[in-house]
């Protein structure tokens, strides 16, 4: 089992044809997705070979879905361009869209965020994140897939080096489905999202939630968790060495400013038995204890 992401998805790739994208259904394609396309106003017709895959171009998200099923995109769009693209794949039904751009601007992804909660058919993951991956089955996005193994661990985190320096320190155990979320103030999908499908998913079994100082997310999470949460969850908190007072980290920290420490946030997650790590490694043993437990 899987959450948002299976071995089943076909996945279009919108701005498949720009350098970025190119690079990186390369690697989608090496770690098994069924990728059936790709999306580049312009250049419809056009058929791409990619290390002996040859997949079609079109020039809107609707023609590809109509012609290859597809039922992800993955978004390798420049930030000008990417409200554009995600309306686009919005209004074309896709179920999953998941943004990896960079940049974009908060007012337009408050819009695209809020055109897909319109029309009640399209998942948004991200934007500014890894993706997602499905070890042994998908991969949509930008993350490694040869650090870890399929396994029965949830991980939801809004840091990308940190998603990679998990899925590696809990390699032995592995993981069912593991889901960047992005660290912009607003994003599409949330820990508390995440940490809903990983309950109802019944080959998942614990759960890893990384967290970052900064906002308020990870306060609503232990709420949530202390509701509606059976297994056991660990969590890592981003920013316990930061300076008292700086504004540093992603962007949902920086326009935070210093509220929601790191200290703040542990306690919280504390109070409702989520254990906490200091550093990502002691976050990787704690569930190796859980496991073993």
Not at 51 to 75: N, Y
Not at 90 to 116: C, K, R, S, Y
Not at 193 to 217: H, K, Q, S, Y
Request: hydrophobic fraction near 40%.
């Amino acid at each position: 089992m899987a959450i948002y992401l299976s071995e089943r998805s076909r996945v279009v790739v919108q701005g498949m044809t720009g350098a970025e994208g190119t690079r990186h259904t390369r690697r989608m394609l090496a770690s098994g997705t069924t990728i059936v396309g790709g999306v580049t106003p312009g250049k419809g017709g056009q058929l791409v070979d990619i290390d002996g895959t040859k997949l079609p171009v079109f020039d809107a998200v609707a023609a590809a879905v109509d012609e290859t099923g597809a039922d992800v995109s993955v978004v390798f769009v420049p930030p000008r361009f990417a409200k554009a693209a995600v309306l686009e794949a919005v209004d074309a039904a896709v179920p999953l869209v998941v943004v990896i751009t960079e940049g974009i601007p908060v007012h337009d992804t408050v819009e695209f965020f809020q055109h897909a909660q319109d029309a009640g058919t399209t998942r948004i993951i991200g934007p500014n994140c890894p993706g997602l991956i499905s070890p042994g089955q998908s991969n949509a996005g930008i993350i490694p897939a040869d650090i870890t193994e399929p396994g029965r661990l949830g991980l939801v985190s809004k840091s990308g080096t940190l998603t990679y320096q998990m899925m590696y320190e809990l390699r032995d155990v592995g993981f069912s489905t593991c889901v960047g979320i992005g660290g912009d103030p607003v994003v599409g999908t949330t820990h508390i999202d995440c940490l809903r499908a990983f309950e109802d998913d019944p080959e998942t079994d614990g759960i890893v939630m990384i967290g970052e100082i900064g906002g308020d997310a990870e306060e609503r999470a232990a709420e949530f968790i202390a509701a509606s949460v059976t297994k056991p969850v660990v969590g890592y908190v981003a920013g316990f060495t930061a300076p008292e007072g700086k504004t540093m980290g992603h962007a949902g920290a920086i326009v935070s400013g210093s509220s929601g420490t790191a200290a703040a946030k542990q306690e919280a997650l504390e109070a409702v038995g989520v254990r906490v790590g200091k550093t990502p490694s002691e976050t990787a043993a704690l569930m190796h204890d859980l496991m073993r437990g």
